[in-house]
């Protein structure tokens, strides 16, 4: 595949599909919108109008899942999806989340009490100009709430008929065993590369219970994973990130990239991989990669 490549409008699909929850069917490449915040994930994007076209141009090449959250700004990015993409197209799917307040650029801190989360979701709905949430993660567990209270609270919610599926991000598998004993829990959101594979068990898991697993920082950190991967991107003619990319979508069914961008070019080279078949060889070599640290938010 050539970087240059010119892209179908299909070009998502070529990764195949996955059924979300029993009723929400996406293309498995889909798309983060953080990245279309201002610097510190702050505030709106420097540049509005490619942040909006990227958007658009991410449905035109057959993405059907956008994850965001409302601390993306905050509420920055569910407003400018809303601005884009609004009235959404039939099959899209927007996943959000709640659970992080944001004192300024760069800062996050916890709240997943369920005052707030019953609030943040209000929030979402109001940007998203929704009356219910496909897909409402838990952002982080918050040490100061009841992870239980957490999850009961987003229970209540979904009863409620304002959440279709309950979701968790940054979490533990004891974490995910302990809400499923509460509501149904559709997927899971955590850090995971080919060089930062602290979830693989986690991955395995939501295979077995058919979870989808949406990972976040596809290129992981340490230095010698990029050397890797970018020999194995020039022998495959092909951008780092899109063999990264490449490497999720082989790793497992169940697994679904959101890569981020606020670039129109960079999200056609992004989901070009949907396309990208990686060779065993190659998809070994990889996972042979030593594993990076993890850490939170996503």
């Given at each position: 595949?050539?970087?240059?490549?010119i892209?179908?409008?299909?070009?998502?699909?070529?990764?195949?599909t996955?059924n979300?929850g029993?009723d929400l069917?996406?293309?498995?490449?889909?798309y983060g919108a953080?990245?279309?915040t201002?610097?510190g994930?702050w505030?709106?994007p420097?540049?509005?109008?490619a942040?909006l076209?990227?958007?658009?141009?991410?449905?035109e090449?057959?993405v059907?899942l956008?994850?965001?959250?409302?601390?993306?700004?905050?509420?920055t990015?569910?407003?400018?999806i809303?601005e884009a993409?609004y009235?959404?197209?039939?099959g899209?799917?927007?996943a959000?989340?709640?659970?992080?307040e944001?004192?300024?650029?760069g800062?996050?801190t916890?709240?997943?009490?369920?005052?707030?989360?019953a609030?943040?979701l209000?929030?979402?709905?109001?940007r998203?100009q929704?009356?219910?949430?496909?897909?409402?993660?838990?952002?982080?567990?918050?040490?100061?709430?009841?992870?239980?209270?957490?999850v009961e609270?987003?229970?209540k919610?979904?009863e409620?008929?304002?959440i279709r599926?309950v979701a968790?991000?940054n979490?533990?598998r004891?974490?995910?065993?302990?809400?499923?004993?509460?509501v149904p829990?559709?997927?899971?959101q955590?850090?995971?590369s080919?060089?930062?594979r602290?979830?693989?068990?986690?991955?395995?898991?939501?295979?077995?219970?058919?979870?989808?697993f949406?990972p976040?920082a596809?290129?992981g950190?340490?230095?010698e994973?990029?050397?890797a991967?970018?020999k194995?991107?020039?022998?495959?003619?092909?951008?780092p990130?899109q063999v990264?990319?490449a490497?999720?979508?082989?790793?497992?069914?169940?697994i679904?990239?959101i890569p981020?961008?606020?670039?129109?070019?960079?999200?056609e080279?992004n989901i070009?991989?949907?396309g990208?078949?990686?060779?065993?060889?190659?998809y070994?070599?990889l996972?042979?990669?030593?594993?990076?640290?993890?850490?939170l938010r996503g």
């Amino acid at each position: 595949m050539k970087k240059e490549q010119i892209l179908s409008t299909a070009a998502a699909a070529a990764a195949g599909t996955f059924n979300i929850g029993g009723d929400l069917t996406v293309n498995r490449m889909g798309y983060g919108a953080m990245r279309i915040t201002g610097p510190g994930v702050w505030g709106p994007p420097v540049d509005k109008t490619a942040a909006l076209a990227t958007l658009r141009r991410a449905i035109e090449l057959g993405v059907n899942l956008i994850d965001t959250a409302d601390s993306y700004g905050p509420g920055t990015s569910e407003e400018l999806i809303a601005e884009a993409l609004y009235p959404y197209p039939v099959g899209l799917v927007i996943a959000t989340k709640g659970g992080w307040e944001r004192p300024g650029p760069g800062q996050w801190t916890h709240n997943a009490s369920p005052k707030h989360l019953a609030e943040a979701l209000e929030g979402s709905l109001k940007r998203l100009q929704l009356g219910r949430i496909d897909i409402y993660q838990l952002h982080a567990p918050d040490n100061a709430v009841a992870f239980e209270a957490s999850v009961e609270a987003l229970a209540k919610l979904r009863e409620q008929g304002k959440i279709r599926h309950v979701a968790l991000s940054n979490v533990t598998r004891e974490h995910i065993e302990r809400a499923r004993k509460i509501v149904p829990i559709v997927s899971v959101q955590n850090r995971y590369s080919f060089a930062d594979r602290e979830s693989d068990f986690i991955v395995d898991y939501c295979e077995e219970h058919n979870i989808a697993f949406l990972p976040w920082a596809p290129l992981g950190q340490a230095k010698e994973a990029h050397d890797a991967i970018k020999k194995l991107a020039n022998d495959l003619d092909a951008t780092p990130l899109q063999v990264a990319l490449a490497w999720l979508l082989k790793r497992s069914k169940v697994i679904l990239p959101i890569p981020g961008t606020s670039s129109v070019k960079h999200l056609e080279e992004n989901i070009a991989a949907a396309g990208l078949k990686l060779p065993q060889a190659a998809y070994d070599r990889l996972s042979a990669v030593s594993h990076a640290p993890a850490s939170l938010r996503g």
